[in-house]
């Protein structure tokens, strides 16, 4: 299936979860906002949220720094 990551294509297998998705991207779950078209998806449901074809997901991610 095809899906729109950060604006880019992505080919991702059907009933791919969001958590195994930013796993595949090496992403800390802790560390990422997800929004899946427009709506932003809390942490606990990453692992239960199955992506489908032709979503839009956003990933913005929070760095430390000093």
Not at 7 to 31: F, I, K, V, W
Not at 40 to 46: A, K, N, P, S
């Amino acid at each position: 299936m095809q899906i729109i990551c950060n604006g880019q294509q992505r080919e991702l297998e059907e009933e791919t979860s969001l958590a195994a998705m930013l796993a595949m991207l090496e992403l800390d779950p802790n560390t990422v906002v997800a929004e899946v078209n427009k709506k932003i998806i809390e942490r606990d449901q990453y692992e239960d949220l199955r992506l489908r074809d032709g979503d839009r997901v956003e990933l913005i991610r929070f760095v430390g720094g000093g």
